[in-house]
């Protein structure tokens, strides 16, 4: 059967695209919200320990490149914050965080801090960043929808998510940041079909039929690949894996075993145990609504991961884009900001994620 190759290691969406842009105008609104914030407080250990959330939260935002009153709190989304109150109960973010406070001040002097945050102190943080929020809606930055899209965390419902939309390059960084959250080899598992579907353009039913004898290494590139079998209707493919789907290919393997049979295997209670059989697409879909709920992403379909594969092909053919219509077009909750040229720096979250990839 012929095959066609797919490339897909230039798609923009597939890890570039900016969660924070740091434009001069937009670091001057988020400043204004934090001094507004900071300032309807009474001077004293209350108004010391609000500044001091926000400064670790402006931390992690952008990987220690903005302290509070040099992040754009207004472009902060859903996810984003979601993805944060995760990161901030995983064990060793408050030495990370002090390493970053001690890297853009060489003169501070280094706290002892403890291995893990108290669920009390991640309330604060949560709480500090709902009201720099408000104090940006308050200041006209942030619309009324924009408000309360931004600090009300969505939740999957259990209820079949509306097909259709454009999942985001800033929403695929969070999802597999919940995956690499989790403590169970299940967390591998999903972190790659997500990969397979948002940046290899995969239908869910292709994901099922994958097996391990269609992982492909190509010793004269170096790279490995996915063979997608073709139908009567259509030609087979291949897909080259990109960076953050080889680690979590590999992680997966480690816990799922070299026997021969399906790539994706369904894992019985307790997370641990792989069962060597095919993964149903009805428990392809739960993954993806327990991520989306995890990462704090607006439900979606498996199939609408690979609507940013579509979307991207069409954009980049030779033909006129055209705008894309209802089936494909990406939620309002989620637009991302087109991309700019300039020099102004963007930031990318999660770093977690990020740092995955690039290995």
Sequence with gaps: MATAEVQLGDNPLAGESPDFILEPDQVKRGSEAVSSYLNSLKPGDGRRSAEDALQTLALLFSDGSCDAYEFPWQQVKAYHGAAAMNILKEE????RLESLRFERDPTRKYRQVPTTYSFKHVQKLRNSLRRVLSESHKLGFLSD???????QLPKADGKRPTPGRVLTASEFRALTSACSLATTVAGHRDSLLLALGFQGGLFVNEMVALSLK?????????????YVKGTKDSRGRTVPLQNGALIALEDWLAGRGDEPGPLLC?????????????????????ACLKRA???????????????NVVATRQSGGARKAQAPSAQTRPSALYMERPPEESDVERVLFPYQTRRLEVL
């Design 293 to 307: 709920e995890e990462a704090g992403v607006e439900p979606f379909t498996p199939n609408d991961l690979r609507r």
């Design 266 to 286: 369904p894992i019985r209670k307790g997370g641990q145990k792989v069962e060597i059989r095919r993964m149903t697409a009805t428990a392809i879909r739960q």
């Design 214 to 226: 269609d992982m492909k290494y190509d010793n004269r590139r170096g790279q490995v690949t996915v």
């Design 92 to 95: 060793g973010t408050p030495a």
């Design 145 to 151: 929808e924009e408000f309360h899209q931004a600090i």
